[in-house]
Nanobody, 124 residues
Framework: QVQLVESGGGLVQAGGSLRLSCAAS????????MGWFRQAPGKEHEFVAA????????DYGNSVKGRFTISRDNAKNTVDLQMNSLKPEDTAVYYC?????????????????WGQGTQVTVSS
């Protein structure tokens, strides 16, 4: 049974940082590209970041480029999202997702497995 469990969310002031982590089990982690998505109240699901199977390729949503960094540790079956210079508009539930694609992909429909999400709230 595939499980993705996010952690690290919380409340932070604007300009601060948070590091999200996603732990995977029930999969051969290195065979999956990983991604982060977010959804704010009343808004659509938004692509945040993605990383290829071995971590050689990454991609970011325009709204987070230069502020967020995705990384993975295939030995620990984890993927992290370092979020710096946070803004109130980054407030959302953040989801980790896994795809059998080889590359870092941005489309949510290409991800087979999803975590339950972790809340990130950025106060102004």
């Amino acid at each position: 049974q595939v499980q993705l469990v996010e952690s690290g969310g919380g409340l932070v002031q604007a300009g601060g940082s948070l590091r999200l982590s996603c732990a995977a089990s029930g999969v051969i982690f290195s065979r999956y590209a990983m991604g982060w998505f977010r959804q704010a109240p009343g808004k659509e699901h938004e692509f945040v970041a993605a990383i290829s199977r071995r971590g050689g390729n990454t991609d970011y949503g325009n709204s987070v480029k230069g502020r967020f960094t995705i990384s993975r540790d295939n030995a620990k079956n984890t993927v992290d999202l370092q979020m710096n210079s946070l803004k109130p508009e980054d407030t959302a539930v953040y989801y980790c997702a896994a795809s059998q694609s080889r590359s870092a992909i941005t489309g949510s429909h290409e991800y087979e497995y999803w975590g339950q999400g972790t809340q990130v709230t950025v106060s102004s």
